[in-house]
């Protein structure tokens, strides 16, 4: 029969890594909640994996601790918690209460303390013990019955030791981590320890003579000269650190072991409290607030399972109705490839029709296609790009689709990380219907939409359209409140469309461009693989920073710049610092580069090359940027690099599909700069670009006080930097960094370039204050973004939080801009039943394969599309490239 377990949670140790791992969480008042959210998460991921019979929570508690008696300058270092993370102890010590989770903390005793004493305590009550923290220093109280369990990269892995994998993987035994305390000693807790020794060295020590008294009973066998006056010199400092680094197991705990069992929740209180803090993917813990899978399906979402033949009566119906939602299921999520399962279409006052489409697909487009095209009919849906990607496949065109309730939701909330359409239905209608992992699993043994049962099928699709149905008049009216009907109707909502019909068509590859890149790079690899030996002096893993640290610091003797918890820091930023010590650090930046060119950009793109097609279908991602910028993914072609010729290189291989067609490339011209002119409407500024002057060199004249004729090539690229470090909010220490001069000349750069264009200075400081006062600032076309960081106490979250009040108008109108040129450079290539087609943007960047018949025709409407995509005080100029290649329109 197995053991009961207790389970001790070190809570100070899980909220400050939780807090620290995860993106800032704020409810719509303004509460960070990040904390709070990963600590629970955590909790309920290892008591479901670990199942404890009894289970507790210690804290630290404010005040000094008996550790404080013996060394006053204990954690003397450690800086106070930021106010962000501090007023998040009393909600998640309020929510443990509540699920009637017993919290331990006392005075003078630290968490662990309380932890290892709960330890001996489960012992000696026949327990398995499990210790779960983020500090190691709990290894030291592993034994046969109790194990630690650390939390890995913030909160995100876990990983278990018992006194066995402690002896393995370190070599000594759990008890002996304390001698190693005391020599090492800890920063982060100001304990000293002895200088000069490291975990290596003391690990080593530790091995070699068991103790700490040991070593001291056996100096004249310590082998170096300096390690031995260290230690000779600092051995009453290496005692005290070892009674700091020691955890106490007999702390005068007025608890019992039954007082700790495992008890249900109070749930309403608990509901009440998740809806206060706004933790909807938590609510479905609560019994009757998330289904089984079982029970979702036979909850009976209203739908009707039809056969290809019987849909005439729908098509009649849509007929009269004119409106309908619709969603599509293929196979998996790859919907330029994958087959096509299923049709679910419903009107709002009957019943959603589920059609297979495994068969008789043919039939379905005959049927339907009158109905998808007929531009009197209304659509609405959930993620239609998906949907539309599927009807081109079909050879469909979908018109007038009035409503998607992601796009919908993503204007309303840009900083929402989650728009599933679960998550739109519990926060407009309180409920949290089915998920796609608990329809299909995740990992590897996630399902596929045909392995379902069909019933299964027809109840997932009956909800997304219910749900869409449902939430339209609520979203739209919150749309309407915002000021955002324009943004929405002639920009994101037409918008989908474009990003649809670019990623059915792609880019052409040439194949061959890639593998010769390829073989060129793998070429260079292995003669710098050669070179980098033989000025090692042998051979070691150059892609471990582990080896390369060893290299550098230990073999080679260069200055350390940097150490990190498990080593030496080897980071592009440590490099660069030793280029002149030793020609091995020229090799191994050039090694990393082309190492990452090569696996990133060649056989990255290789596998993704359509076989059918020889296009890359990039996912361009509408709803994933809080300043409203398109990302691309499945590959990132925005961000091939640009700056080295490797990287641009890349481009020789995105070519126009030959013989017949050729890239047309459109720029905008600094446009965000020009953005910035209008929005501050700074009169020199506007004059410079109504002028056609060139800003960086009317800047560099403003701030430096030189004449313009004589402003050099330096001059210029500084003031460039400024230029855009403005739009982007850029500090001092920023700009120092960029051009690698002083704080100190950084802010008079910024003062003076401020105390010239005196609108732009005022703007900053208007702008933050309409940021803190509504909660959110908005671009040219009303785009909103939420910045509660404005709120915080915290000095570097307030910074930031200006920051972006300061840039979002800048880059969230340039994104408009150069949305509301794709939509209309879509519409006039289709209107004028043109062959060229829309296939990339990138940042301020438009491509065209274009038909060459066409290209002064797409030449000339792209530019004057461009140009004239939005009315500002200053004129927008685009540059127009082409080439056969993406390499060559640069």
């Given at each position: 029969?197995?053991?009961?377990?207790?389970?001790?949670?070190?809570?100070?140790?899980?909220?400050?890594?939780?807090?620290?791992?995860?993106?800032?969480?704020?409810?719509?008042?303004?509460?960070?909640?990040?904390?709070?959210?990963?600590?629970?998460?955590?909790?309920?991921?290892?008591?479901?994996?670990?199942?404890?019979?009894?289970?507790?929570i210690?804290?630290?508690?404010?005040?000094?601790?008996?550790?404080?008696?013996?060394?006053?300058?204990?954690?003397?270092?450690?800086?106070?918690?930021?106010?962000?993370?501090?007023?998040?102890?009393?909600?998640?010590?309020?929510?443990?209460?509540?699920?009637?989770?017993?919290?331990?903390?006392?005075?003078e005793?630290?968490?662990?303390?309380?932890?290892?004493?709960?330890?001996?305590?489960?012992?000696?009550?026949?327990?398995?013990?499990?210790?779960?923290?983020?500090?190691?220093?709990?290894?030291?109280?592993?034994?046969?019955?109790?194990?630690?369990?650390?939390?890995?990269?913030?909160?995100?892995?876990?990983?278990?030791?018992?006194?066995?994998?402690?002896?393995d993987?370190?070599?000594?035994?759990?008890?002996?981590?304390?001698?190693?305390?005391?020599?090492?000693g800890?920063?982060?807790?100001?304990?000293?320890?002895?200088?000069?020794?490291?975990?290596?060295?003391?690990?080593?020590?530790?091995?070699?003579?068991?103790?700490?008294?040991?070593?001291?009973?056996n100096?004249?066998?310590?082998?170096?000269?300096?390690?031995?006056?260290?230690?000779?010199?600092?051995?009453?400092?290496?005692?005290?650190?070892?009674?700091?680094?020691?955890?106490?197991?007999?702390?005068?705990?007025?608890?019992?072991?039954?007082?700790?069992?495992?008890?249900?929740?109070?749930?309403?209180?608990?509901?009440?409290?998740?809806?206060?803090?706004?933790?909807?993917?938590?609510?479905?813990?609560?019994?009757?607030?998330?289904?089984?899978?079982?029970?979702?399906?036979?909850?009976?979402?209203?739908?009707?399972?039809?056969n290809?033949?019987?849909?005439?009566?729908?098509?009649?119906?849509?007929?009269?109705?004119?409106k309908?939602?619709?969603?599509?299921?293929?196979?998996?999520?790859?919907?330029?490839?994958?087959?096509i399962?299923?049709?679910?279409?419903?009107?709002?006052?009957k019943?959603?029709?589920?059609?297979?489409?495994t068969?008789?697909?043919?039939?379905?487009?005959?049927?339907?296609?009158?109905?998808?095209?007929?531009?009197?009919?209304?659509?609405?849906?959930?993620n239609?790009?998906?949907?539309?990607?599927v009807?081109?496949?079909?050879?469909?065109?979908?018109?007038?689709?009035?409503?998607?309730?992601?796009?919908?939701?993503?204007?309303?909330?840009?900083?929402?990380?989650?728009?599933?359409?679960?998550?739109?239905?519990?926060?407009?209608?309180?409920?949290?219907?089915i998920?796609?992992?608990?329809?299909?699993?995740k990992?590897?043994?996630?399902?596929?939409?045909?392995?379902?049962?069909?019933?299964?099928?027809?109840?997932?699709?009956?909800?997304?359209?219910?749900?869409?149905?449902?939430?339209e008049?609520?979203?739209?009216?919150?749309?309407?409140?915002?000021?955002?009907?324009?943004?929405?109707?002639?920009?994101?909502?037409?918008?989908?469309?474009?990003?649809?019909?670019?990623?059915f068509?792609g880019?052409?590859?040439?194949?061959?461009e890639?593998?010769?890149?390829?073989?060129?790079?793998?070429?260079?690899?292995?003669t710098?693989?050669?070179?980098?030996?033989?000025?090692?002096?042998?051979?070691?893993?150059?892609?471990?920073?582990?080896?390369?640290?060893?290299?550098?610091?230990?073999?080679?003797?260069?200055?350390?710049?940097?150490?990190?918890?498990?080593?030496?820091?080897?980071n592009?930023?440590?490099?660069?610092?030793?280029?002149?010590?030793?020609?091995?650090?020229?090799?191994?930046?050039?090694?990393?580069?082309?190492?990452?060119?090569?696996?990133?950009?060649?056989?990255?793109?290789?596998?993704?090359?359509?076989?059918?097609?020889?296009?890359?279908h990039?996912?361009?991602?509408?709803?994933?940027t809080?300043?409203?910028?398109?990302?691309?993914?499945?590959?990132?072609?925005?961000?091939?690099?640009?700056?080295?010729?490797?990287?641009?290189?890349?481009?020789?291989?995105?070519?126009?599909?030959?013989?017949?067609?050729?890239?047309?490339?459109?720029?905008?011209?600094?446009?965000?700069?020009?953005?910035?002119?209008?929005?501050?409407?700074?009169?020199?500024?506007?004059?410079?670009?109504?002028?056609?002057?060139?800003?960086?060199?009317?800047?560099?004249?403003?701030?430096?006080?030189?004449?313009?004729?004589?402003?050099?090539?330096?001059?210029?690229?500084?003031?460039?930097?400024v230029?855009?470090?403005?739009?982007?909010?850029?500090?001092?220490?920023?700009?120092?960094?960029?051009?690698?001069?002083?704080?100190?000349?950084?802010?008079?750069?910024?003062?003076?370039?401020?105390?010239?264009?005196?609108?732009?200075?005022?703007?900053?400081?208007?702008?933050?204050?309409?940021?803190?006062?509504?909660?959110?600032?908005?671009?040219?076309?009303?785009?909103?973004?939420?910045?509660?960081?404005?709120?915080?106490?915290?000095?570097?979250?307030?910074?930031?939080?200006?920051?972006?009040?300061?840039?979002?108008?800048?880059?969230?109108?340039?994104?408009?801009?150069?949305?509301?040129?794709?939509?209309?450079?879509?519409?006039?290539?289709?209107?004028?039943?043109?062959?060229?087609?829309?296939?990339?943007?990138?940042?301020?960047?438009?491509?065209?394969?274009?038909?060459?018949?066409?290209?002064?025709?797409?030449?000339?409407?792209?530019?004057?599309?461009?140009?004239?995509?939005?009315n500002?005080?200053?004129?927008?100029?685009?540059?127009?490239?082409?080439?056969?290649?993406?390499?060559?329109?640069?």
């Amino acid at each position: 029969m197995d053991k009961e377990k207790l389970m001790v949670i070190d809570g100070s140790s899980l909220l400050y890594r939780a807090f620290y791992a995860l993106p800032f969480l704020t409810t719509k008042e303004g509460v960070y909640t990040n904390g709070v959210y990963g600590f629970l998460t955590m909790l309920y991921r290892i008591k479901d994996e670990y199942n404890p019979d009894y289970l507790c929570i210690a804290f630290d508690k404010k005040g000094p601790t008996f550790r404080h008696k013996e060394y006053k300058d204990y954690k003397g270092t450690r800086e106070s918690a930021p106010s962000e993370l501090a007023q998040q102890f009393p909600i998640i010590r309020e929510i443990l209460e509540i699920m009637n989770i017993k919290t331990i903390e006392m005075d003078e005793y630290e968490a662990d303390d309380i932890a290892g004493t709960l330890a001996k305590i489960g012992e000696e009550n026949s327990l398995d013990v499990i210790l779960v923290t983020g500090d190691k220093d709990y290894l030291q109280l592993a034994t046969d019955d109790s194990k630690i369990l650390l939390t890995r990269r913030g909160i995100t892995e876990l990983e278990i030791f018992d006194r066995s994998k402690i002896k393995d993987e370190y070599g000594i035994e759990p008890h002996e981590f304390v001698d190693l305390k005391g020599l090492m000693g800890d920063k982060s807790d100001n304990i000293p320890g002895v200088p000069g020794i490291g975990e290596k060295t003391g690990l080593k020590l530790i091995k070699e003579f068991g103790s700490m008294e040991n070593i001291y009973e056996n100096l004249d066998k310590v082998k170096g000269k300096k390690l031995k006056e260290n230690l000779i010199e600092y051995e009453n400092t290496a005692y005290l650190s070892r009674t700091l680094g020691k955890i106490i197991t007999n702390v005068p705990l007025e608890v019992t072991i039954e007082q700790l069992k495992v008890e249900e929740p109070n749930w309403d209180e608990l509901l009440s409290i998740y809806e206060e803090f706004e933790f909807t993917t938590l609510i479905d813990k609560i019994p009757g607030k998330n289904l089984t899978k079982n029970e979702e399906i036979n909850q009976g979402y209203k739908y009707e399972i039809l056969n290809i033949e019987d849909i005439d009566e729908i098509i009649s119906a849509i007929k009269k109705s004119k409106k309908f939602a619709f969603k599509f299921l293929t196979e998996d999520f790859n919907y330029i490839e994958s087959p096509i399962i299923g049709l679910g279409i419903k009107l709002e006052d009957k019943s959603t029709y589920y059609i297979d489409l495994t068969k008789d697909i043919d039939i379905f487009v005959d049927k339907f296609r009158c109905i998808f095209e007929d531009p009197n009919i209304e659509k609405i849906g959930y993620n239609l790009k998906t949907d539309i990607v599927v009807l081109l496949r079909l050879k469909i065109k979908l018109s007038n689709f009035t409503y998607d309730a992601e796009i919908g939701q993503y204007l309303i909330n840009p900083s929402q990380n989650n728009y599933s359409i679960n998550k739109l239905s519990e926060e407009y209608l309180n409920y949290y219907g089915i998920d796609e992992e608990s329809l299909l699993g995740k990992g590897k043994k996630q399902k596929k939409f045909r392995e379902i049962s069909e019933e299964e099928r027809a109840n997932y699709i009956s909800f997304i359209l219910e749900t869409i149905y449902k939430i339209e008049p609520m979203m739209i009216e919150q749309i309407q409140k915002q000021n955002m009907k324009r943004l929405y109707y002639e920009v994101e909502l037409p918008l989908v469309e474009v990003l649809a019909n670019m990623e059915f068509t792609g880019f052409h590859i040439d194949k061959e461009e890639l593998e010769l890149l390829g073989e060129k790079y793998n070429q260079e690899i292995d003669t710098l693989t050669k070179e980098i030996y033989e000025l090692a002096e042998m051979e070691f893993n150059i892609n471990s920073p582990k080896q390369i640290g060893e290299v550098l610091f230990e073999k080679l003797g260069l200055p350390v710049i940097k150490r990190t918890k498990t080593g030496y820091s080897t980071n592009v930023e440590v490099l660069e610092k030793l280029l002149d010590q030793h020609p091995i650090i020229e090799k191994i930046l050039r090694y990393r580069q082309i190492v990452k060119l090569k696996s990133t950009y060649i056989d990255g793109f290789m596998d993704l090359i359509n076989t059918k097609t020889n296009r890359i279908h990039s996912s361009f991602n509408q709803t994933i940027t809080t300043t409203g910028r398109i990302s691309s993914t499945e590959p990132n072609l925005q961000n091939i690099p640009t700056r080295t010729e490797d990287g641009r290189k890349i481009r020789k291989a995105f070519i126009a599909e030959a013989p017949d067609y050729i890239l047309v490339d459109a720029d905008y011209s600094q446009i965000e700069l020009r953005v910035l002119a209008h929005i501050t409407e700074d009169q020199k500024m506007i004059e410079a670009f109504k002028n056609g002057e060139d800003i960086h060199t009317k800047t560099a004249s403003e701030v430096f006080d030189v004449p313009m004729e004589k402003v050099t090539s330096s001059l210029r690229s500084n003031a460039k930097a400024v230029n855009f470090g403005i739009v982007y909010g850029i500090s001092d220490y920023g700009l120092s960094r960029d051009l690698n001069i002083t704080r100190k000349e950084a802010k008079e750069y910024i003062d003076n370039y401020l105390d010239n264009y005196k609108s732009i200075k005022q703007f900053m400081i208007d702008i933050v204050e309409t940021g803190k006062e509504k909660g959110y600032v908005e671009t040219l076309l009303h785009r909103r973004r939420y910045i509660p960081e404005l709120k915080a106490k915290n000095f570097n979250i307030k910074s930031f939080g200006e920051r972006i009040a300061m840039n979002t108008p800048i880059q969230g109108s340039a994104a408009d801009i150069i949305k509301v040129a794709m939509v209309r450079v879509y519409n006039e290539l289709k209107n004028r039943k043109l062959k060229s087609r829309l296939i990339l943007q990138v940042h301020d960047e438009l491509i065209i394969e274009t038909h060459r018949d066409e290209r002064e025709e797409v030449e000339e409407m792209l530019k004057d599309i461009m140009e004239n995509a939005i009315n500002l005080e200053v004129p927008l100029k685009v540059d127009i490239q082409v080439g056969d290649s993406w390499y060559e329109t640069h």
